[in-house]
C-alpha cells in the first residue's frame, strides 16, 4: 500500500530496520511509513477493545457517534497521561470523566410522612380467577387514583 506522500518508485526503496530478535532486516519505505504511523491506532483500538460500549441493535449512526466520542475520550486519555505527573488507567479515566459529568444527588431534607393508616391490602380474587382491584379509600379522600394490590 501506497501513502499519499509517496509514488510508485518508492515502493522499490528498501529501508533497513532491525527485527525482533536484533537482526538486520529491509522492508519497502511505505510498509516502515505505515508502521510508524499506524502502530499508536492499533493500540487504540486494543484499549477500546477492552471496555466495548458498542451494541448489535444500536442504529448505524449511533454508533457511530458513540464511537467519535470514545476516540475523543481516548485522545483525552493519552494527553492527560502524557502531561500529568499521576498516570491512571483507562478505565479509571473513563469512570472521573463520568462522575464529573454527572450532576450531584439531590439529598430531601424533609423526610416523606407516611400515615400509619394508609396500608395497602391485597385484592379479593373473584371465581373467574381475576383479582377485583377497588380503590384505595385513603388515596380517593385526597384526590388521589392509587388503586390496591
Same mark, same amino acid.
Given at each position: 500500500?501506497?501513502?499519499?506522500?509517496?509514488?510508485?518508485?518508492?515502493?522499490?526503496?528498501?529501508?533497513?530496520?532491525?527485527?525482533?530478535?536484533?537482526?538486520?532486516?529491509?522492508?519497502?519505505?511505505?510498509?516502515?511509513?505505515?508502521?510508524?504511523?499506524?502502530?499508536?491506532?492499533?493500540?487504540?483500538?486494543?484499549?477500546?477493545?477492552?471496555? #466495548?460500549?458498542?451494541?448489535?441493535?444500536?442504529?448505524?449512526?449511533?454508533?457511530?457517534?458513540?464511537?467519535?466520542?470514545?476516540?475523543?475520550?481516548?485522545?483525552?486519555?493519552?494527553?492527560?497521561?502524557?502531561?500529568?505527573?499521576?498516570?491512571?488507567?483507562?478505565?479509571?479515566?473513563?469512570?472521573?470523566?463520568?462522575?464529573?459529568?454527572?450532576?450531584?444527588?439531590?439529598?430531601?431534607?424533609?423526610?416523606?410522612?407516611?400515615?400509619?393508616?394508609?396500608? #395497602?391490602?391485597?385484592?379479593?380474587?373473584?371465581?373467574?380467577?381475576?383479582?377485583?382491584?377497588?380503590?384505595?379509600?385513603?388515596?380517593?379522600?385526597?384526590?388521589?387514583?392509587?388503586?390496591?394490590?
Amino acid at each position: 500500500m501506497a501513502f499519499p506522500t509517496h509514488s510508485i518508485n518508492d515502493e522499490n526503496v528498501l529501508r533497513e530496520v532491525t527485527s525482533r530478535s536484533g537482526r538486520p532486516k529491509k522492508k519497502s519505505l511505505s510498509i516502515v511509513e505505515y508502521n510508524r504511523y499506524m502502530s499508536d491506532i492499533d493500540l487504540q483500538d486494543q484499549m477500546m477493545a477492552y471496555y #466495548p460500549s458498542n451494541r448489535k441493535t444500536i442504529r448505524w449512526y449511533k454508533k457511530v457517534g458513540i464511537h467519535v466520542i470514545e476516540t475523543m475520550l481516548y485522545n483525552s486519555f493519552m494527553l492527560y497521561n502524557k502531561h500529568s505527573a499521576k498516570k491512571i488507567s483507562f478505565l479509571d479515566f473513563w469512570h472521573s470523566i463520568i462522575e464529573e459529568l454527572l450532576p450531584e444527588p439531590v439529598q430531601n431534607d424533609v423526610p416523606i410522612v407516611r400515615n400509619a393508616n394508609h396500608i #395497602p391490602s391485597k385484592c379479593e380474587v373473584a371465581e373467574s380467577g381475576r383479582k377485583l382491584r377497588k380503590r384505595c379509600r385513603w388515596c380517593s379522600q385526597r384526590g388521589g387514583k392509587t388503586y390496591t394490590l
